[in-house]
């Protein structure tokens, strides 16, 4: 992924996670991302029972394949699979759209 199209998705999910979490709930959710090479992972965080440490948990994930996003989901084991419900699309946006929507309930609990 070249530097433009990291800075834009950077702002992108920026903004998503900024606008995603209310306020009043802040100190009980918080909603992260991982850039590494050409994979965004979208993460979200929550305090850990009886401990002030925040524990990750991993959302989805956002691979550019070809100049294609594709999403994928994470098992129990922490292995990654593509999601082949949905298209492969250049637009990263449309892809998220899809995670934000979770018709299938693979991302949000």
């Known amino acids: 992924m070249d530097e433009f199209t990291k800075k834009r998705i950077g702002k992108i999910m920026d903004k998503y996670i900024s606008n995603k979490i209310p306020a009043h709930l802040s100190n009980q ?8 090479g ?4 979208l993460i979200e965080e929550r305090p850990a029972f009886r401990s ?6 991993a959302i989805a994930q956002f691979r550019l ?3 294609q996003w594709k999403i994928y989901w994470q098992d129990s084991k922490d292995k990654w699979h593509f ?3 949905y298209m492969a699309d250049e637009n990263f946006e449309n892809q998220l759209a899809i995670v934000e929507n979770n018709e299938r309930g693979m991302f949000w609990s």
């Open 65 to 67: 394949d070809q100049d």
């Open 52 to 57: 002030e440490q925040w524990v990750q948990r």
């Open 38 to 41: 050409n994979n965004v992972t």
């Open 29 to 36: 959710i918080k909603l992260a991302y991982k850039i590494r």
């Open 83 to 85: 999601v082949d419900d």
